[in-house]
């Protein structure tokens, strides 16, 4: 005899759901009445799907004793670990693959919700009818309205509704949903992210007047030979559209052309219009424009975009995935601000507000579908339901839940299958679909490298060299493929310290015109706020598998502040290009949009001496057409300043407010020297003096046995020595699955982070102090001969530092230079060089060249998982506790109130207390940083090789 073991069936059915009505176009409000259901609601939390019985959803039922819980939410972050934990895997499922088969241990959350409805809301005979809207359930929901079952569904992060007028009262309503953490959507949803249960989107009820519209699909083209827009809207249910401003009013199903602006990223012209069906005027905001493939390129009004994107997960660090409007807001003005033009919404269509925002503000998005398999991987892709023709249906249902919410928006100019799903039929099927129901826009998946499905070529983390070979269409691949532009759909993986290497890979998109630009990954860190670990990550909730901070890999911090990655891709995408030449005074401008004119710019330089801007101007520039280019004479320079280091500036701001970022903001800029610095000199006078402890040399006071820097002109000072070790980064670390080198992996094993340091020599000459060392690590033969060399003109104190490898090295060295202690006391900091964040060889470019000043804490980047950071480079003189520091030549600038081994060995930022003393990193060169967590390491250019190297400094007491 065999019984059932669940009477939850519905959650291991492959098939979309029952009870739903059809999908249709998403809008948020009408002038039909609605009811939002957010806010509070009882739960009850059950261990397993079908732990408790249907008797909750009944009406009268006493939840009394019941937790409460937010919604939108997710319970797991509700409660104070009351409801159990988040789980983060990247692609591993939590549970043992056997679809569409899920564990018994399924946390199951009865959610009840007692609501009447409003006085005003319509009844009686003429009543209409309801329908109640789930915008985002994860992962499946079973749901009754008082007492009579309307339903399941699964599809987390999409809309799902049902009909439910017949059932509504004037009071007491009882809504009852149950939701299961796991169930064969699970399967379909394993993208690479935190695994979070709940109703995290709105829940709404809409009343549905008799007439109201149903479904509706607003076709708006452009013609861009004759700057005419053409206007269809098809609607299920007969009515007029009417767009005052253009004065169209015509019947729903018949098309009207006429002049119009077209909708651009860069120019998101919306007409306001309407559609009024007998019961209902739906506000519709039109955006005119046509997408197309055309010459092997994408094209929007017959123009040729370049994607300057990123991937954007949803994501609030306590809220999760549950997004309220203003997050959503601060993002897209984030984004416009930092002149990105393009979103994939990696993994799953986001909450359809977002869209709205990019129509508005004016982001050019890839809507990606609700679809990932990547745990299939482990086992070779066997079982994967995507090429298993039982969960095509499910497949389809996503597909179009997809197209038809979204359908209506202009931003949106690209469907996305999904990611990571390997390949099969149900994939074909999805892409065949979607061809067929909108052939207004272009399909994407990244999956798919002979393009049998797809529009475009896309891949993820391609090395600069390979991509520059798809650039010269040197690739090979099928014919399809060949005829096909390029993007990558993800590339410079944001985690920790970087991405390196951005304007290595935007030369090569703007070089080559098959390339069309690609989406940094990702946009946020999805740390969870934490009390004891400040963000928490992977394994901080005791996950038995997890993938650690790798799901800390944005642009952006967990709280939305912009890393310095952000900043760096704000300046290698800048949409205007200024190259200057400091020798002839003129300044060459390039308009890098691809729709918009300079006439929204305004222009400003400005002359530096020392780093000190000591005149500035307006600058008139051509209001040039995209891809144009124009030279433009620079004033005569200022005054005289011999031996002064002198350079323009210039910046393209805007030149009056828009809804993204007021009058002023800097769009662009550019650097261009006209003298360099003269390099610190010093006269070799006095003459080194041993005493019995200490060694004297001008300011200086040396321990006489070691000739270790004990004090600068009373300032107490521990070292310097030299250091080539830095914390590793989490690209130093590289991806586990690398075939390439893991230069943290060798560095670790070399022992440069446990360097032993020899005293060979202490020598007192005429006019120097030279202390000879070697410095190695214990089981090896290569080492450091390292020579340091005092002078000083008897105020000044002078230390050049010779390094010579010996032994056969093989390996970069993480970084090269000297570190020394302060006294705590320590704190400001103020330098010439470049700023005002951290840059290193290969993240560099929005380094301006300027005056800066900061406290130690504000030079600290607070990357989640601790790791090197804040590096000020190209610094000429930095002065921190009462000390000045001249460098011969430039050099790199850090200083911290731990040591490097403190920030090696934390674990998140609350690992890191204060110590006595401020540390100091004075480095001649650091290694690239490259963004190996997940694609390629730095570019040779950026290595820092062991090899022969003399660099200086110049110290000196500030007058107090
Ligand atoms: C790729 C995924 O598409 C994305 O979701 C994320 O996991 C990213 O990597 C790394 O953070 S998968 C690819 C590395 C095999």
Redesign the pocket.
């Known amino acids: 005899m065999s019984f059932r073991t669940t009477t939850a069936d519905y959650v291991e059915d492959v098939s979309p759901g029952s009870g739903a009505l059809p999908p249709r176009a998403w809008y948020a409000s009408s002038d039909a009445k609605s009811l939002s259901l957010n806010g509070s609601w009882r739960l009850r939390l059950s261990a397993t799907a079908d732990a408790e019985d249907d008797s909750f959803a009944e009406e009268g039922y006493d939840a009394g004793d019941w937790a409460e819980v937010v919604v939108p939410g997710h319970w797991v972050l509700q409660g104070d670990g009351a409801f159990g934990s988040p789980i983060y895997t990247?692609?591993l499922y939590p549970f043992p693959v056997d679809p569409p088969h899920v564990p018994t241990d399924n946390p199951t959350g009865d959610h009840l919700r007692v609501f009447d409805l409003p006085d005003d809301w319509p009844a009686g005979p003429d009543a209409g009818g309801a329908v109640l809207r789930f915008d985002g359930v994860e992962s499946c929901a079973r749901v009754w309205l008082n007492g009579t079952d309307i339903g399941e569904f699964k599809g987390s992060r999409l809309a799902h509704e049902f009909a439910v007028g017949h059932l509504l009262k004037a009071e007491g309503n009882v809504l009852a949903v149950r939701v299961h953490q796991w169930s064969a959507g699970s399967y379909l949803e394993d993208?690479?992210q935190w695994w979070l249960p709940g109703i995290f989107r709105d829940v709404t009820l809409l009343h549905r007047p008799a007439g109201s519209a149903l479904d509706f699909f607003v076709h708006a083209s452009y013609d861009h030979r004759s700057g005419e827009g053409t206007l269809r809207v098809d609607s299920d249910v007969d009515g007029r559209v009417t767009v005052p401003a253009l004065d169209i009013d015509v019947a729903t199903g018949d098309a009207v052309t006429v002049p119009v602006l077209p909708w651009t990223a860069e120019t998101p012209r919306l007409y306001d219009g309407e559609l009024v069906t007998q019961g209902e005027r739906v506000p519709l905001r039109v955006g005119f424009r046509t997408v197309e493939l055309a010459d092997g390129l994408i094209k929007v009004n017959g123009s040729a975009i370049l994607f300057k994107g990123v991937n954007r997960h949803e994501w609030h660090p306590e809220r999760g995935r549950a997004l309220d409007l203003e997050t959503m807001r601060e993002d897209v003005l984030l984004m416009k601000r930092h002149n990105i033009n393009a979103v994939r919404t990696?993994?799953y269509p986001p909450h359809p507000a977002f869209l709205d925002l990019c129509d508005e503000y004016g982001l050019w998005v890839i809507d990606e579908c609700d679809l990932?398999t990547?745990g299939f991987t482990e086992q070779g892709w066997r079982d994967n339901p995507v090429d298993d023709d039982r969960w095509t249906p499910a497949l389809l249902d996503r597909a179009a839940r997809m197209v038809e919410r979204d359908k209506n928006h202009p931003s949106v100019v690209i469907w996305s299958l999904g990611?990571?799903a390997g390949t099969g039929r149900g994939l074909t099927a999805m892409a065949e679909w979607i061809h067929g129901r909108d052939s207004s826009r272009l399909v994407h998946y990244e999956g798919d490298w002979d393009c049998r499905d797809t529009d475009m070529y896309s891949r993820?983390?391609a090395f600069h060299a390979e991509v520059e070979t798809i650039g010269q269409n040197l690739d090979g691949g099928t014919g399809k493929r060949r005829e096909l532009p390029f993007i990558q759909c993800?590339y410079a993986?944001a985690?920790g310290n970087g991405p390196g290497g951005l304007a290595d890979y935007q030369r090569l998109f703007e070089k080559y015109e098959r390339l069309q630009g690609g989406f940094v990954?990702?946009w946020i860190d999805h740390g969870i706020r934490h009390p004891e670990l400040g963000y928490a990550y992977g394994g901080d909730f005791g996950e038995e598998l997890h993938d650690g901070n790798?799901v800390c890999?944005g642009l952006v911090f967990p709280d939305r502040r912009p890393s310095p990655g952000l900043v760096e891709y704000q300046k290698v995408i800048e949409p205007v290009r200024i190259d200057g030449d400091g020798s002839d005074g003129t300044v060459r401008v390039t308009n890098r949009y691809d729709f918009a004119d300079l006439s929204g710019l305004a222009f400003e330089w400005s002359y530096q001496v020392d780093g000190e801007t000591v005149e500035a101007g307006t600058l008139s520039v051509p209001s040039l057409a995209p891809g144009e280019a124009a030279d433009v004479k620079l004033p005569e320079p200022p005054g005289d300043a011999r031996g002064a280091e002198t350079q323009w500036t210039v910046s393209a701001l805007l030149a009056a407010d828009t809804a993204w970022a007021p009058k002023g903001h800097r769009v662009a800029w550019g650097q261009f020297p006209v003298a360099p610095r003269a390099l610190p000199s010093l006269a070799t006078t006095a003459r080194p003096l041993r005493g019995k402890r200490r060694i004297t040399l001008g300011p200086a006071r040396f321990d006489a046995r070691t000739g270790v820097l004990h004090s600068v002109g009373g300032i107490e000072v521990s070292g310097p020595r030299l250091d080539v070790w830095r914390a590793t980064t989490d690209n130093d670390e590289g991806?586990e699955w690398q075939s390439d080198t893991r230069y943290a992996v060798l560095w670790r094993t070399l022992g440069l982070h446990r360097m032993q340091h020899r005293l060979d020599a202490v020598e007192l000459a005429e006019d120097a102090l030279t202390v000879r060392t070697r410095v190695a690590p214990a089981a090896r033969e290569v080492g450091l001969a390292t020579v340091y060399r005092w002078t000083s003109d008897g105020d000044r104190l002078r230390l050049t530092v010779s390094v010579k490898p010996e032994g056969e090295w093989t390996l970069p060295l993480p970084r090269l230079g000297v570190r020394l202690g302060l006294p705590g006391t320590a704190d400001r900091v103020r330098w010439f060089g470049g700023g005002p964040g951290e840059a290193y060889p290969d993240t560099g470019t929005a380094s301006v060249v300027n005056r800066w000043a900061s406290t130690v804490d504000e030079l600290q980047t607070p990357y989640v998982r601790p790791q090197e950071n804040g590096a000020r480079a190209d610094v000429r003189w930095a002065e921190i506790g009462g000390l000045r520091i001249e460098g011969d030549p430039r050099f790199s600038f850090s200083a911290r109130r731990w040591t490097n081994e403190r920030l090696d060995a934390a674990a998140h930022l609350t690992d890191l207390t204060p110590g006595n003393e401020v540390w100091v990193n004075l480095d001649h060169a650091q290694h690239g940083i490259g963004s190996q967590s997940?694609g390629p390491g730095p570019l040779p250019q950026y290595f820092l090789r062991a090899e022969p190297t003399e660099f200086s400094f110049v110290f000196s007491v500030l007058d107090r």
């Open positions: 990247n692609h993208q690479d990696s993994h990932e990547h990611n990571e993820m983390y993800e993986h985690m990954w990702e790798f890999d991806a997940c």
